[in-house]
């Protein structure tokens, strides 16, 4: 279980994972050493699975960015997800339930890299029966935060 503390950590460490052990316990109300010891219980239990940087892709030379909607023949969304892995352009690849069996997150340099991918690299994946494309406009929201009722 998670209790108050717990959840203020998280919300902090949401906002800001580089913040010192120090300004973290006393935005918290515990010591350095509390601190430290609460995000390794977390780490431990499993709780805070990673910690990083958010980036903007654009700056980084990224600005195409697009939802992939993807079916699969029945029984090969695991299959398919092996084979998208190895795409380094994906960001992310989440199972669903519904009309579609994959959301992929791809990154493109521009249109031709983007089209290059779907024709040279996707279409090259004998198991994916169709591709609905979403072209990302603006990420809104891209870290939502803890909530505060969560237990």
């Known amino acids: ?3 108050e503390v717990d959840l203020q950590i998280l919300q902090v460490l949401q906002s800001n994972s580089r913040i010192s052990f120090s300004e973290l316990g006393r935005s918290v109300g515990l010591s350095a050493t509390a601190a430290r010891n609460r995000i390794n219980s ?3 239990r499993g709780i805070i699975t990673k910690l990083g940087a958010e980036l903007d892709w654009v700056k980084i030379g990224w600005p195409i960015q697009s939802l992939l909607l993807i ?3 029945h029984g090969k969304a695991e299959a398919v997800t092996k084979q998208l892995q190895k795409i380094p352009q994906i960001l992310s690849i989440t199972k669903t339930a519904g009309n579609v069996d994959l959301v992929v997150r791809l990154l493109a340099t521009g249109v031709s890299d983007f089209t290059t991918l779907l024709h040279k ?3 090259k994946i004998s198991d994916i029966t ?3 494309t979403l072209m990302v406009l603006d990420e809104v929201n891209n ?3 803890l909530l505060s009722d969560a237990k």
Do not use: G, Q
Request: hydrophobic share 35%; no cysteine.
């Open 42 to 44: 977390l780490v431990s």
């Open 143 to 145: 870290t939502p935060p």
């Open 130 to 132: 169709s591709i609905n």
């Open 1 to 3: 279980m998670l209790d």
């Open 71 to 73: 079916r699969t023949e």
């Open 121 to 123: 690299s996707l279409s």
